[in-house]
């Protein structure tokens, strides 16, 4: 009864998804804004439109309050499948969860194996990757450490663009299981990287070149309890540091600390109810940054919720929830959400819902930075959501999802430029959005699936317009085919991006090209159980476009040649090893 996109294991290992970014970038409603360099801080996600987005690794909430969440930072190898969340969801997953919730399951051990990966491709990529798993009686662990490698590249048009990203990550968890349905999981998670990148020609604020690096760990523990058949407890507690350096031109640094506390207990009651009663604490510590500023760097919020679902008969389920947060910022709120779901049949389901959002400020907004004077008086946004879809199974082998929403945020807050050298963020007024989404999926026969969706999005704020000055185009396509046999599988993504830069406010030369289109193709091939060898191609038509731009938030520009292109056609081959 909710609208739910999942990536996949297998389609992770098959397309090589390098990030959370590239698996989610064939999601419909979900838009990566990319500025297509390796290590830049301000690439972000959307989900309908919205980039308040709670993201959770094993239900455990990895958002930090002083920034929005980097998707190309996660590390894939250990993760099962990803499920997208798309539409607000604030009773369980938080109050500021405005455009959904992506939930990343990592993979649970189940035996004695490693998995080793060597790659390499043009503008200078390397990927090195080790994955090592063990169980022993209740004991199990995983450990996956991985070093990625970038250099300069070229765009679609032919231009050569300097970068440079050295990567390097290691994940541990350690894993004991007590009895069934409880167990202990503690884990590591660490990410360091050193960057460069060249400029937009167009807005290179003194310096073309700019690098620095950056560095984000975390520990983290979940505590899963069966304590009898209709009674089990949740608790977690996550530890997360990221810091960022900026060495050129205008030197700055940015170092937050987030500490996240959960816990909640579910208890089924017969047949009809399921209750879960839980709380969050959230601790968002802005230890150093280029501002100074740093008495008003600590942010604290208190959140209590409750929800039931309810089945009151073999084709209705009701689920109710309500929330409370207590933010030190920006104060109080109470938030409900309803959900009500109806089965026709074995093939076919419908349901509505609403829901309410309290979304405060981020550190980021309110504090001083770059060619930013900060605002302490923002007020934060809230704002209701209202959402009606359907599933339908033809039969086995062929299946159709369809949703619509209509949100509207008060007191949204933007970025307005004063001039070209310096801004504030405001509250700009009301935002009106609304979209919808029909998908489709056919396996054809047993070796081959053919997927398809559309997915339109519209909305409106007094200050930026139609789409955010044209930045989110209003149609996108995503056409998707597998083809698998024994030794062999292939992958083709297609997704077509249409009406960027639409409205009166959308300014002259945003993108290179409005409408374009992007196929990624990847094959994998076995020889032996133990031996995959792999080959991926981006762009396979050297496409030459754009993901973002600077007229977005340096509104006083207008002309050419600002948008930061993505590279062109990219391949990448490897092999897998397994014992």
Not at 11 to 36: C, F, K, S, W
Not at 160 to 182: A, C, H, I, M, T
Not at 509 to 538: E, Q, R, T
Request: glycine share 8%; charged share 25%; aromatic share 14%.
């Amino acid at each position: 009864n909710a609208n739910i996109s999942v990536v996949t294991r297998d389609e992770i290992e098959n397309a090589h998804y390098e990030g959370l970014d590239d698996a989610l970038r064939n999601v419909p409603g979900v838009q990566i804004l990319d500025y297509g360099q390796s290590g830049f801080v301000s690439n972000t996600l959307r989900i309908n439109g919205a980039s308040n987005v709670v993201v959770l690794i094993d239900g455990v909430r990895v958002n930090q309050s002083g920034q929005a969440f980097q998707p190309q930072y996660q590390n894939l190898d250990n993760v099962e499948r990803i499920e997208i969340l798309k539409g607000a969801a604030s009773a369980l997953y938080g109050s500021d969860a405005k455009g959904g919730v992506i939930n990343i399951i990592t993979s649970v051990p189940d035996g004695n194996k490693t998995k080793v990966t060597v790659a390499g491709g043009n503008f200078g990529a390397e990927q090195y990757k080790l994955h090592n798993e063990g169980k022993e009686g209740t004991w199990s662990y995983s450990i996956d450490i991985g070093k990625d490698r970038k250099g300069d590249f070229e765009d679609g048009s032919g231009e050569n663009w300097e970068q440079k990203y050295d990567s390097e990550n290691v994940n541990l968890k350690v894993r004991k299981e007590f009895s069934e349905g409880s167990n202990l999981t503690v884990g590591y998670d660490y990410h360091q990287y050193d960057w460069r990148y060249e400029n937009n020609t167009a807005n290179d604020w003194g310096n073309r070149i700019m690098d620095g690096d950056g560095e984000e760990n975390a520990a983290y523990a979940i505590w899963n309890q069966k304590i009898d058949e209709t009674l089990s407890n949740t608790f977690s507690i996550r530890n997360t540091e990221f810091k960022y350096n900026s060495l050129t031109g205008n030197p700055w640094s940015i170092d937050y600390e987030t500490l996240s506390i959960s816990d909640y207990l579910t208890k089924q009651y017969g047949d009809t109810h399921v209750v879960t009663l839980g709380f969050d604490y959230v601790r968002d510590n802005n230890k150093e940054n280029s501002s100074g500023v740093l008495e008003y760097g600590k942010i604290f919020q208190r959140s209590v919720y409750l929800q039931d679902e309810w089945n009151f008969d073999k084709k209705w389920k009701l689920t109710s929830g309500v929330r409370y947060d207590d933010h030190s910022w920006a104060g109080e709120s109470t938030t409900p959400r309803f959900n009500l779901g109806y089965k026709f049949n074995d093939k076919t389901n419908m349901y509505v819902s609403y829901s309410e959002f309290f979304v405060a400020p981020w550190l980021s907004d309110m504090l001083p930075g770059y060619k930013n004077e900060g605002n302490l008086n923002l007020e934060p946004e809230e704002g209701e959501n209202y959402e009606i879809g359907i599933n339908h199974k033809f039969d086995d082998t062929f299946t159709m999802t369809a949703h619509a929403y209509k949100r509207k945020t008060d007191n949204r807050i933007r970025y307005v430029a004063f001039d070209a050298n310096n801004g504030r963020n405001e509250n700009v007024g009301e935002e009106d959005a609304e979209g919808f989404d029909i998908q489709f999926s056919k396996a054809v026969n047993n070796n081959l699936t053919i997927f398809t969706g559309y997915t339109y999005n519209h909305f409106e704020d007094p200050l930026t317009g139609d789409n955010h000055y044209g930045l989110f185009p209003r149609h996108t396509v995503n056409v998707g085919v597998d083809y698998s046999n024994k030794k062999f599988n292939a992958v083709l993504n297609t997704r077509f991006a249409l009406e960027y830069a639409k409205g009166e406010k959308a300014y002259s030369g945003m993108f290179p090209d409005n409408n374009f289109y992007i196929v990624d193709v990847a094959a994998n091939y076995k020889p032996s159980k133990n031996i995959k060898l792999f080959a991926k191609v981006n762009n396979l038509f050297d496409k030459y476009y754009s993901e973002n731009t600077d007229a977005t938030w340096c509104n006083y520009l207008n002309g050419s040649d600002i948008w930061y292109p993505m590279p062109g056609r990219s391949f990448i081959v490897g092999m897998e090893y397994s014992f």
